[in-house]
């Protein structure tokens, strides 16, 4: 039933609506309209749902990929200490300052990228040792790591920085290729991902064909450094997003946000040279030894209680680059837009009652 009021002001009451031969038609039309986009969505929703990895990249290639003694070499320094394969790949110990690495863990997967820190879904790094790995091809992993589409064809989140990867030298993961293929076999099956609606579906659309580039020389620090920076993926934690976008004009400039189990938050810093709220009053020397502090023996690892400044920088892993290349990141990070950010590393969200 519906009141309202007509235009004398006196209450209309509609106990029935009856329907005019001409409305008839324009409901029949309507209709017809409404199952016809409702089709077309299925239509799309399905087709991204399961043809589009396929769709975007090709089929895993049948690359035979040597494994040589300077390779496997490459790619463990690549591996531990640039690319952070094996950081996300094995379990964090996040009492203790810089969440190291637990040792035994290398490569077995299962750490929790969750929803509570920020990410579309629970997402949960596989075991990547030869135990999960042994019957899946060169080509299989090359696709996986540089492309984002695993051995069954289903697409991967970005989570692991597949797109960095897949604009690095192809020489450089033929190395870490043939280093995780030495890893110690650990038996273990992580949890399946669970991307949350509608990252589910988009997800489909994230792989894309690796742009593979040429290594810079060495001795070029600016373009070497930021060859590095991109294989690290500084920039996914660096540079603050919106749902999932890098937000334009902040490149580097941190803020990007992580919900800690215990009710606190941990922003990323600035990076960038501005010298009041990013790192340009840093020397290089400085800059270095923030990174080398962590391979002192003196530098005891220490524990951290709840509510404790904590971090997810990789430190511990980092702290293993070569102070040649910590010297080439640093010039091409003098080199990007200083942006005036101002960023609280680390704040309690839920203080306790006074
Ligand atoms: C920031 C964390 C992170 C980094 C760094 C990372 N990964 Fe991953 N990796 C993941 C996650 C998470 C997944 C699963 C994504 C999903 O389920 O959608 C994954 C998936 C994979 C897969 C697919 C396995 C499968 O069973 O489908 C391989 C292979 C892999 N990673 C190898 C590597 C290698 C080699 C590197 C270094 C070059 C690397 N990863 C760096 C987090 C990471
Ligand atoms: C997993 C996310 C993550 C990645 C990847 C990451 N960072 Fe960080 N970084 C952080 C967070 C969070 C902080 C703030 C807390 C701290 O100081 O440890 C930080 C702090 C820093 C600081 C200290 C700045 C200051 O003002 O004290 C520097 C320098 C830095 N990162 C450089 C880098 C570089 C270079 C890379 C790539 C080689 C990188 N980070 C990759 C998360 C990350």
Redesign the pocket.
Known sequence: MNTERNFRGTPTVHTYFPLTPCMKKVLKITLIILAVIVVAITAVVGYVKTALPGANVADASDIKIEYTAERIERGKYLANA?A?CIDCHSIRDLSVF?APMIAGTEGKGGEKFSKELGFPGDFYPPNITPAALGNWTDGELLRAITEGVSKDGHALFPVMPYLSFGQMDKEDIYSIIAYIRTLKPIENTAPPSEPEFPVNILINTMPQPAKFSTIPPKEELVPYGKY??TM???S???TPMDKGKPLEGKYLA?G?E?NLPDGTV??????TPDKQTG?GNWTEEY?IS?FKMYSDSAYVQHKVGPKEFK?????FS?TNMETHDLKA?YAY?QTVPAVNNQVI??EDREPAAE
Do not use: E
Not at 266 to 271: D, T
Not at 311 to 315: G, I
């Open positions: 640039v952070m810089g590095l920076l690290a993926a500084c996914d934690c660096h941190g990007l992580f941990l922003r990323s810093a600035n990076i790192i800059f923030r971090t997810l920088m990789p430190w980092y990141i990070l590393k680390f």
